[in-house]
């Protein structure tokens, strides 16, 4: 235990330690807070456009003004506020071309062509973005459909009939995808890279601590003495548990700084227009508690974090052996990379497994120890892995941490006293048959 | 008693270590000497338990040297075993907790240790941060924080200036005095000569010579003699007997093939006048050493 101890006292009573969590501390809680950071510097982007609207019809106005707010605010998922500030104007064309220059407000002016339609000329400054575009297009589209039902004789209750929205019920013949679940890839877009990308930073602390100490130990002969008092396995495991207390630590550090950022973000009242990381997490929260997805997180977190937890371990394991191989710390890095790039593959396959539902290829590595932890629990989310497949996955994670146990820990007392590169491998496939 | 009986250590079909056996007894201060390769690593990590002998026993008071014994063995290595990352208090805590000492003996016996070799101003500065003498320093300290039974020492005096090396030696000598068992490598033959009871010579991992240097120097058949005086370099060189004269600063060093042929040398000195000085003396450990493995070489 005290093996344990000292490795996780040498990477936790550090400066650098400290230094590092006070910087992922800032970053986080600045993070979810960057929507009032950014407006108490100040700027324009909170200003509501002005938009003038000259009615000659004498009945667009309001048709006009309801649409433009309400798809504004629809837009606007985060504060749900329009964008615009509307009112009705008497003005001359010239001197709202003059507001329109000087304060880059838009006008639009109503009346109704030889056809007794709906005409509209929208003066703006500049070219309009797309979704503005969209929007007031929109907006003139239905006030023009409005007009039209009103003057053609159809009464009021009719005319409300029309515009209610009709009734759709979905219905879908796979056993597994149930309606009102239409919300799972939104989730998977927005939740998974939250939640996967602390894994993926916390396996590379991870890696790296365990292959930087063992590598140290070794390049300095300090192993020589360690490994004269205690055995290769006691070290082994010693270094393993030492390294996933630490990014358990560290995780739970890394949770604490969310939560921190959440509760000032609460204290500060952060609402802005702009939105932000934390506008995000409150508007995904709701998103998942509206879904039915969230009864299902009862099995989903637990087997999520006993994947993550076996992978982890596995993770430490092969770091461990890795590092007793290499005789200094350039080597270690080179063997590093491939670890990382294992990480990636899972991460970029996790992120393509709602674009590529029933992919067979995806759903197979999905059970391949190591990718598993990352891509198992996003094909778990999206119902395209069952229990059964997520419990498939723990186990052959579980069984190649006994296979990494039993042959690298052979790999590893082998590796440990070896200073020398020649015939590295021949030793290694030794120690293995030994 | 640390005995090391008919050991032999193979890697693949290299053989490392060749049938070796010595003993070391309480109090006995034992030399294992030998050119680079010649096994002396091999054989420390042998006695450490670090590498399973192919053959033959590694033996601590009758017992073999397991995890059980270890905390009774202080281990230098020749290259740092040091965390040159830890400071001198952190690397001792460690090196001290694998010994199964609790942290205030560690800390107690650190400051003594400190203070004897006069770096008590290192304690919380980083390994890394300090001269390779004061390192040196550092790792005898910590090869001796547990007052070790068994202390290996592998070329301890690496890196270390003459007062340094005089600090060490009475280390050394207080610890074996204290009954300690040493066994000592170095490349230096006169810091052997001066601590060492018994030797064994390795080459190509094989012992070539070993028993109490007393003896080693007694049955080396080839004795010097040094001679101060009025008298010719060649002159003594045309002597029977002689195969050697090296002139050093007011005297010469006469070599001479085995102690019978010391008469035959004082009778040609004596010829000549003014002779100041005439002594038969033993071999250094460097000329036996030299010679052996010159010898063994040639074969």
């Known amino acids: 235990m005290f093996l344990t101890k000292i490795s996780l006292q040498r990477k936790i009573k550090t400066k650098w330690f400290l230094a590092a969590n006070i910087l992922l501390a800032l970053i986080i809680v600045c993070g979810i807070n960057i929507d009032t950071i950014i407006t108490t510097f100040g700027g324009d982007f909170n200003k509501q456009r002005d938009v003038y609207i000259v009615d000659k019809t004498n009945v667009s106005f309001e048709s006009l003004k309801t649409g433009i707010n309400e798809s504004s605010k629809a837009l606007n998922t985060s504060t749900h506020k329009s964008s615009f500030k509307i009112q009705e104007s008497d003005k001359s064309e010239k001197e709202l071309k003059k507001l329109v220059d000087e304060d880059n407000a838009l006008v639009l002016i109503a009346d109704f062509n030889e056809n007794k339609e709906l005409s509209v000329k929208v003066i703006s400054k500049d070219y309009l973005s797309t979704v503005d575009s969209q929007l007031i297009t929109n907006t003139i589209n239905q006030t023009k459909t409005s007009i039209a039902l009103a003057t053609s004789g159809i009464s009021s209750e009719k005319l409300e009939q029309i515009y209610k929205s009709a009734e759709i019920e979905y219905e879908y013949t796979k056993d597994d995808v149930k309606a009102g679940e239409e919300g799972t890839e939104m989730i998977m877009q927005t939740v998974f890279p939250v939640v996967i990308l602390p894994f993926f930073m916390l396996t590379l602390f991870l890696v790296q601590m365990i292959g930087a100490e063992v590598n140290d130990e070794k390049t300095t002969r300090g192993m020589e003495i360690i490994i004269s008092n205690v055995s290769p396995k006691t070290h082994f495991f010693s270094k393993v548990l030492a390294g996933n207390l630490f990014v358990l630590i560290q995780g739970t550090l890394l949770f604490l700084f969310s939560i921190i950022g959440l509760v000032v973000r609460n204290l500060i009242g952060g609402n802005s227009i702009v939105g932000g990381v934390g506008s995000e997490v409150t508007s995904t929260i709701k998103d998942i508690l509206n879904s039915n997805i969230g009864a299902d997180l009862v099995y989903i977190i637990p087997l999520t974090l006993i994947l993550m937890l076996i992978t982890f371990i596995a993770y430490s394991l092969l770091a461990g052996i890795l590092a007793s191989m290499t005789t200094n710390i350039e080597d270690f890095q080179q063997l590093q990379t491939p670890i990382v790039i294992i990480s990636l593959v899972g991460y970029y396959l996790a992120m393509l497994a709602n674009v590529f539902g029933g992919s067979i290829f995806i759903k197979v590595v999905g059970f391949i120890p190591f990718i598993s932890a990352i891509l198992a629990p996003s094909l778990l989310v999206l119902g395209e892995f069952g229990i059964i497949e997520m419990l498939i996955a723990i186990v052959i994670a579980f069984i190649t941490v006994l296979l990494l146990i039993k042959y690298g820990l052979k790999i590893y007392k082998v590796g440990i006293l070896n200073y020398s590169s020649k015939d590295l491998w021949k030793k290694m496939f030794k120690a293995l048959k030994d | ?299």
């Open chain 2, 1 to 299: 008693m640390l005995k090391v009986d008919k050991v032999t250590k193979y890697y693949g079909d290299f053989c490392a270590v060749d049938n070796l056996s010595f003993e070391v007894k309480e109090g006995e201060i034992f030399g294992l000497l030998g050119v680079n390769g010649a096994g002396k690593t091999t054989t420390f990590r042998m006695i450490m338990g670090l590498l399973e002998p192919s053959s033959g026993n590694v033996t601590l008071n009758g017992k073999k040297i397991d995890y059980d014994v270890t905390d009774e063995i202080g281990f230098l290595t020749e290259e740092r075993s040091l965390l040159t990352k830890l400071t001198v208090k952190e690397q001792a805590l460690f090196y001290g907790a694998l010994k199964g000492m609790s942290d205030e003996a560690i800390l107690k016996k650190l400051d003594e240790l400190l203070e004897r070799f006069e770096v008590s101003e290192y304690k919380d500065k980083k390994i890394k941060e300090l001269s390779k003498g004061n390192q040196q320093k550092i790792q005898f300290i910590m090869a001796i924080i547990n007052d070790p039974k068994l202390l290996i020492l592998d070329e301890p005096f690496s890196g270390l200036d003459p007062f340094n090396v005089e600090l060490f030696k009475n280390e050394i000598i207080s610890m074996s005095k204290r009954g300690s068992m040493i066994i000592f490598s170095s490349h230096r033959m006169e810091h052997v000569e001066l601590f060492c009871k018994k030797i064994a010579i390795m080459l190509r991992g094989k012992p070539v010579l070993s028993g109490y240097l007393s003896d080693i120097k007694r049955e080396y058949r080839k004795k010097n003699i040094i001679v101060k005086g009025d008298i010719k370099k060649k002159e003594l060189e045309s002597i029977k007997g002689v195969y050697e004269v090296i002139e050093k600063p007011e005297e010469f060093e006469v070599k001479i093939n085995s102690l019978s042929d010391a008469e035959n040398v004082f009778k040609e000195v004596s010829k000549h006048k003014n002779i100041l000085k005439f002594s038969v003396e033993e071999p250094s450990l460097n000329e036996i050493f030299v010679a052996k493995v010159g010898e063994e070489y040639e074969k």
